[in-house]
DNA sequence: AGACTAATAAGCTTATCGGCTAACAAAGGC
DNA sequence: GCCTTTGTTAGCCGATAAGCTTATTAGTCT
């Protein structure tokens, strides 16, 4: 859980994310999407990894990267649970009928 | 946007929240649940004050702090939809129907 | 084998973060 | 008026994060 909100924390991580909605793209067409040097987004990349937000996948030499929709939809939906979002108990219940 | 995910980043700063579910607390009283130095709290506050998490309300000689669920829940759900997350587009719809 | 490409690892610098103590500001109570 | 309580501000320090350049690893192709 930390380290998804760690990962969550920078925008480029964010918007790399973003650029995976439209399917797995490999580490060097998504690190020509921004201004910072390759080995910079190859860390970004690992903190992706780390927080299971993106898979690797190494196909010849290049690594593909996609989309872990499914940790972070689980995570987000534990972190606002906690706090009561969505959770029908939290206000006094004001159901259609 | 920025200020949001950053502001929840730190897991002192998730649970500062989680204690204010139940509703408002004064700044000593949130600090007393936790090992740091008031000071480093406040630190915090100031944090999720600036992301809009947090409303602070000055009472006397005491700052009260209530959660303000609404900005989590717009700009979460804001970025979700960026993502295809509850979008019913993404998946190739497989309805009950 | 050797050259080329893709990506990561290593090493370094700078800026920011999170923590502390000490000082300060403001409100309340005696 | 003064002291106490509450919280924030100021200033400092160590650790970490984010960026860079250079070096290394691993795969492909000739």
Sequence with gaps: MD???????????????????GGGMSAGAIAERFDVSKPTMSGHFAKLR?????????????TIY???LSTLEEVMMAF??????????????????
């Design 3 to 21: 380290s998804l909100f760690e990962a969550l924390a920078h925008p480029t991580r964010r918007r790399i994310l973003e650029l995976l909605k």
């Design 50 to 62: 780390a927080a299971g937000l993106v898979q690797a996948e190494i196909r010849g030499t290049s």
């Design 66 to 68: 996609t989309l872990n």
């Design 80 to 97: 606002m649970a906690r706090l009561g979002v969505g959770d029908d108990a939290t206000e006094p219940r004001e159901e259609s009928a």
